[in-house]
């Protein structure tokens, strides 16, 4: 085989795309992996101060309506902006990936401290997420703490057969956690919002109890919170991760080269050739994996269909989003905490490095009344800013049509404000001199598309010559993009596998394949 021909061309380097990418050169079939930006992630990408700027001036499939503060800030060098950002459960299809594929040694996690949801009062209050939350709690009466209880484990069991789901799961899951567990609105809203991740409160009860059960299944294998967020941005990295053991596995990598061309031909198998500017020889291969970024016009795309029962079918809203850098981050200004610690005092109000902030539809004044919005903070311990820094994602799920053209600055300000305030010491009641606002160091806006996920694609088209992970990645709930990403990466490669070694899965000697990911030597794998 000469060396510009491979079995597969993968094009993006996104976390689906790079997932599969790394199992397929582990496989055994010679890969080629093309992006035509300058660093790996595509729409999940970790950027860098000067990065994220520069990206913001060119126009990318997926995002519109950018606008951001000075362009200029202290340490730019030490900051990994997450253009998608997301939670990874602690229990799930991408951790599996992680520890199977050896990918988890070459980076960090930590666990999110607290998850809360903002309360119309204008404070803040910890999610009770377990046995041992709820027995604590000192403000859920006797009554609603055996409600919650009952519901806690039912949601944790195999539900699907109890007659409690009867007949519900498409009832909405506030209602149903009313009607059927009789729990009063304040119970709703954090298990709707901050423990299922509901969108609105018209998302329906079956998706939105796979989602509990994962996360209440998921909390206590790493430490009490169900949910790890990546260092240096997260999604990002961990693509970077998987490209790097897809690297040393023989997989060769080009980046920041435009496809000039790419012709097919009609033979069986077909033969893809692909042409790169700046770059001297043509590209040839059997299979071409593609992202949305580049639509081969030659050809229909094949899409495997995700599994029906996979609990990834959430609709696929458009969200502004705003990053944010700034020198305090929110505190939990909760009057009556759990548990016997004493009531914080403003100067020592906990402050956490790592959190999750969820206001639930209606809860603040001139935001939206019909979706939910979330706040995930990383400081320092996350390696995405320097010390004493945090960056704050904001995300509200636009969804409906109405909202097409909005202003992501506007739409989010509200949640801005009531966030930063959190962090603000309550400040002596005797003085006239009201306590200044905090001024964030940086802030940037811009909307993020989604489409209709891999679960609706059917397989469509001629002889399967191409396939495409997705249309663009859809967005789903801050814990679930990275698993959806693991489970249509796993979908791409049994179909590419069928495509190019169709008597692979049969059991015979010539390179059977069995499973994704072949046992892990020993020893450590060379660097790339």
């Known amino acids: 085989m000469d060396e510009g021909a491979f079995d597969i061309i993968v094009l993006g380097t996104g976390l689906t795309e790079s997932i599969a990418s790394a199992a397929l050169s582990k496989a055994g079939f010679k890969v080629a992996h093309i992006d035509q930006n300058p660093y790996y992630g595509a729409g999940e990408a970790s950027l860098s101060f000067d990065e994220f700027i520069e990206w913001q001036d060119k126009p990318k499939p997926g995002f ?5 503060s000075e362009d200029t800030i202290a340490q730019p060098r030490a900051y990994s902006l997450s253009l998608s950002p997301s939670l990874i459960p602690s229990t799930g299809p991408l951790i599996d990936a992680l520890v199977a594929s050896g990918v988890s040694r070459y980076g960090g996690f930590r666990l999110i401290e607290r998850v809360c949801v903002y309360d119309s009062s204008g404070t803040v209050k910890p999610v009770p997420g377990s046995k041992e939350d709820v027995f604590k709690s000192k403000e859920i009466s006797l009554l609603e703490k055996r409600r919650l209880m009952r519901f806690l484990m039912f949601a944790a069991g195999d539900f699907e057969d109890k007659k409690e789901l009867e007949g519900h799961a498409d009832t909405p899951f506030p209602d149903y956690l009313k009607t059927v567990f009789s729990l009063n609105e304040e119970m709703i809203n954090a298990i709707a919002y901050a423990l299922a991740y509901c969108l609105s ?10 989602r509990m059960r994962r996360y209440l299944r998921s909390a206590g294998r790493y430490g ?4 790890l967020v990546g260092h240096y941005g997260s999604s990002g990295e961990i693509a970077q991760g998987f490209c790097r053991t897809s690297a040393v596995s023989g997989g060769v990598y080009i980046l920041g080269r435009d496809i000039e061309s790419i012709s097919s031909s009609s033979t069986s198998p077909p033969k893809h050739v692909l042409r790169l500017a700046d770059f001297p020889d043509p590209l040839t291969c059997s299979l071409l994996i593609s992202s949305p970024s580049y639509p081969p016009s030659h050809a229909t795309p094949v899409i495997p269909p995700q599994s029906p029962s996979a609990p990834f079918s959430a609709s696929s809203p458009t969200y502004p989003r705003r990053a944010l850098y700034e020198d305090a981050p929110p505190s939990e200004d909760d009057p009556t905490p759990s548990g016997d610690a004493p009531t914080p005092t403003p100067s020592t109000s ?17 935001g939206s009344s019909t979706a939910a919005v979330t706040v995930l903070l990383t400081g320092e311990g996350t390696m995405s800013c320097p010390r004493g820094k945090w960056i704050l994602y904001l995300a509200l799920p636009l969804l409906t049509p109405a909202h097409d053209g909005a202003d992501p600055q506007a739409l989010l300000k509200p949640y801005l404000d009531a966030t930063l305030a959190l962090a603000l010491p309550d400040g002596d009641a005797n003085s006239d001199t009201p306590t200044a606002p ?4 940086f802030s940037a806006y811009y909307i993020q598309h989604g489409t209709a996920g891999p679960q609706e694609a059917e397989l469509a088209g001629p002889a399967p010559a191409h396939l495409a992970p997705a249309a663009l990645p859809p967005i789903l709930p801050l814990p679930d993009a990275g698993d959806a990403a693991a489970v249509h990466a796993e979908q791409v490669f049994w179909e590419a596998v069928k495509i190019l070694r169709p008597t ?25």
């Open 64 to 68: 519109s309506s950018f606008s951001h």
């Open 201 to 210: 409160p018209a998302d329906p009860t079956l998706p939105a109890l796979h």
């Open 224 to 227: 009490a919170s169900p949910f």
């Open 350 to 366: 906990p402050v956490f490095d790592t959190a999750v902030i969820v206001f639930p539809p209606a809860s603040l004044a001139g």
């Open 438 to 441: 905090i001024t964030p160091l």
């Open 504 to 528: 692979a899965t049969d059991g015979d000697e010539d390179g059977s394949i069995v499973s994704l990911w072949p046992p892990l030597e020993n020893r450590e794998e060379e660097e790339d």
